[in-house]
């Protein structure tokens, strides 16, 4: 089967959903990570977009993705979504109809990020079953530790109706992570690897295994 992971910005695949990833490439799955906008340059001095793109990269092959791609958004300090709804969907159609993926995961659409939003409803759109791209089977919504948790119910809530068991994958999820050196923070930040294990067990907990990554199914074809 062949999976695309579709996110906004660079270490959005591996927070939102690293283990899953380790673990459908183990079980012989194609997955392709496609990074939209590689906003990391612009935010942190002394990181360009070259050295982002490669600690993408090397995330990827830690996880063992068999490919990893760029959209190039968001290289002059603007925001994805400051672009047109037209331009996002566009792009991302042409990414699907490039890798034919069997299934798609990416943002929840409740983010409290406005990237993260833009992604989820242009994915949406492209992915219809009417549409261009309807040899997708199912698409999938992840949470990112720092955006949908601090939506508070003010939109969408992420009420997670399928788990991942990662158990085995948790610190090659962690060790991935690290590569993102910039994003990663002491506790509590959300983004430490303390919660990011936290929070591992929790999903886990949830669904009766020791560790598990939660996603919303909004389409699944069977």
């Known amino acids: 089967m062949t999976v695309l992971v579709v996110v906004a910005h660079p270490d959005d695949e591996t927070i939102g959903m690293g283990g899953t990833i380790a673990r ?3 079980e012989g799955n194609l997955v392709h990570i496609h990074i939209l906008a590689e906003g990391v340059s612009t935010r942190h001095e002394g990181v360009d977009s070259d050295e982002a793109r490669r600690r993408c990269q090397t995330a990827a092959t830690v996880l063992g993705a068999s490919e990893c791609s760029f959209g190039g958004y968001s290289t002059d300090g603007r925001l994805l ?7 996002v969907v566009s792009a991302i159609e042409k990414l699907v109809d490039s890798v034919q993926p069997s299934a798609v995961f990416t943002h929840h659409p409740g983010d409290i990020h406005a990237d993260h939003r833009a992604v989820a409803v242009a994915v949406g759109y492209v992915t219809k079953t009417f549409g261009r791209c309807n040899r997708v089977r199912e698409v999938l919504h992840f949470e990112v530790l720092s955006s949908t948790e601090q939506q508070n119910g003010l939109v969408v809530p992420f009420w997670p109706n399928v788990f991942y068991d990662i158990s085995d994958y948790v610190e090659r999820k962690c060790a991935a992570v690290v590569e ?20 591992a067990r929790v999903r886990g907990a949830q ?16």
């Not at 509590?188 to 929070?199: E, G, T």
């Not at 669904?207 to 069977?222: K, M």
């Open 24 to 26: 459908l490439a183990d």
């Open 81 to 87: 979504s400051d672009d047109s709804q037209q331009n």
């Open 180 to 199: 993102y050196v910039e994003e990663v923070a002491p506790f509590p930040h959300p983004r430490s690897l303390d919660i990011i294990r936290a929070q």
């Open 207 to 222: 669904a009766g295994v020791s560790a598990a990554e939660a996603f919303v199914l909004s389409r699944s074809v069977r």
